[in-house]
T-cell receptor, first 110, second 115 residues
Framework: DAKTTQPNSMESNEEEPVHLPCNHS???????IHWYRQLPSQGPEYVIH???SNVNNRMASLAIAEDRKSSTLILHRATLRDAAVYYC???????????FGAGTRLTVKP | AAGVIQSPRHLIKEKRETATLKCYPI?????VYWYQQGPGQDPQFLIS???????DKGSIPDRFSAQQFSDYHSELNMSSLELGDSALYFC??????????????FGQGTRLTVV
């Protein structure tokens, strides 16, 4: 299985942008890059996903390296409510095996 | 909008008892996933179902079984409960769009405590 590597933790100041990196050097051509986050005491929540091109939605942006071996989740203006564990997950396009690795715990300081 | 519904929200069982957790996916979602999350740990994938058939299997113990019914709801059956089974159990659902899996939506979880 393709694996992902993320930093254990990151800190950000409120209202500043946050760049959360993810390495996935063994990614296959049909793996989608998904990001989820888990706020305290809640179930995981979908953030964004992409295949090759950069993606934007109301929550975040996803920047995917040209070789697809890494990606970065961008929160444009961090708020206190963005404090969560962020998970980068690779999913084969038609696969229902979605496994969480060790995510990045984001702390947002006021 | 309708979300994934899990019941019960909390459950307390004694060792060696059995437990059944239920999951009602979002309407028209055809895929259900089950996860176990111990204290301070990341969610661990247990099993998934697509169109009422087992799709993928993760680290689900042999004491556990699951199925997806004709109305797409799913049940996780846990027997011979052990103290180590105490955890949050999450269910998620998604659907396939033109052969590609879409994002998964998670329920609020069932907190199982084994005493």
């Amino acid at each position: 299985d393709a694996k992902t590597t993320q930093p254990n933790s990151m800190e950000s100041n409120e209202e500043e942008p946050v760049h959360l990196p993810c390495n996935h050097s063994t990614i296959s051509g049909t793996d989608y890059i998904h990001w989820y986050r888990q706020l305290p005491s809640q179930g995981p929540e979908y953030v964004i996903h992409g295949l090759t091109s950069n993606v934007n939605n109301r929550m975040a942006s996803l920047a995917i390296a040209e070789d697809r071996k890494s990606s970065t989740l961008i929160l444009h203006r961090a708020t206190l409510r963005d404090a969560a564990v962020y998970y980068c997950i690779l999913r084969l396009y038609n696969n229902n095996d979605m496994r969480f690795g060790a995510g990045t715990r984001l702390t947002v300081k006021p | 909008a309708a979300g994934v519904i899990q019941s019960p929200r909390h459950l307390i069982k004694e060792k060696r008892e059995t437990a059944t957790l239920k999951c009602y996916p979002i309407p028209r979602h055809d895929t259900v996933y089950w996860y176990q999350q111990g204290p301070g740990q990341d969610p661990q994938f247990l099993i998934s179902f697509y169109e009422k058939m087992q799709s993928d299997k993760g680290s689900i113990p042999d004491r556990f079984s699951a199925q997806q019914f004709s109305d797409y709801h799913s049940e996780l059956n846990m027997s011979s409960l052990e103290l180590g089974d105490s955890a949050l159990y999450f269910c998620a659902s998604s659907f396939e769009l033109q052969g590609v899996v879409t994002e998964a939506f998670f329920g609020q979880g069932t907190r199982l405590t084994v005493v």
